[in-house]
């Protein structure tokens, strides 16, 4: 009679372990996916990848859309999808809008003005001409939190520029 209600209580508490491991092995991924789910929404690269994640419904016609490239946009169909999020509509002239947006923020490198004198350093009584350069500098919005856009290399370019040098006179000598 012991062994049976010691069986029978030994077998209850293997359950109990085995329905709490799996109720604490069935918690996490949910948890994790979330968390995952939210990083790569912060870190998508690109408009394409955003509505890809955000299951936006028309996010392949879009696509498609912009891939052929048309200049004016017909009105954008009815979605027979209902959509998960309660996001706002976006006409495709829109997303494109924000896309073209998207493209000119990424990091990369840019063509930027530099003023020479700043650059080299020299004394007040030198002037260049023309007294800016163009060249490009890593410059942008990175899609990490925590990542800076920087150089991963750097190369020399030589630019022409006039040099003029003041030579300060004088008068009381002459």
């Known amino acids: 009679m012991k062994k049976?209600?010691?069986a029978g209580l030994y077998m209850f508490l293997l359950l109990y372990i085995r329905l709490m491991l799996a109720v604490d092995a069935y918690r996490p991924p949910r948890e994790i996916n979330q968390e995952r789910?939210?990083?790569?929404?912060?870190?998508?690269?690109?408009?394409?990848?955003?509505?890809?994640?955000?299951?936006?419904?028309?996010?392949?016609?879009?696509r498609c859309r912009l891939k052929l490239k048309h200049s004016e946009y017909v009105s954008p169909p009815e979605s027979r999808r209902s959509t998960r999020y309660a996001?706002?509509?976006?006409?495709?002239?829109?997303?494109?809008?924000?896309?073209?947006?998207w493209q000119k923020?990424?990091?990369?490198?840019?063509?930027?003005?530099?003023?020479?004198?700043?650059?080299l350093g020299t004394n007040t009584a030198v002037f260049f001409k023309p007294p800016c350069v163009s060249v490009f500098?890593?410059?942008?919005?990175?899609?990490?939190?925590?990542?800076?856009?920087?150089?991963?290399?750097m190369t020399y370019v030589n630019k022409t520029v006039s040099?003029?040098?003041c030579i300060a006179f004088n008068m009381d000598l002459l």
């Open 163 to 165: 040099t003029t040098h």
């Open 137 to 153: 500098r890593c410059g942008g919005c990175c899609n990490k939190e925590g990542v800076t856009c920087r150089n991963t290399s």
């Open 87 to 101: 996001a706002a509509s976006f006409s495709p002239e829109m997303l494109k809008d924000i896309d073209d947006e």
């Open 37 to 62: 789910w939210e990083q790569e929404v912060r870190e998508a690269g690109s408009l394409d990848e955003l509505l890809m994640l955000t299951e936006y419904p028309d996010w392949k016609l879009w």
């Open 4 to 6: 049976q209600k010691f």
């Open 105 to 119: 923020t990424q990091c990369m490198p840019r063509e930027t003005c530099v003023d020479v004198a700043k650059e």
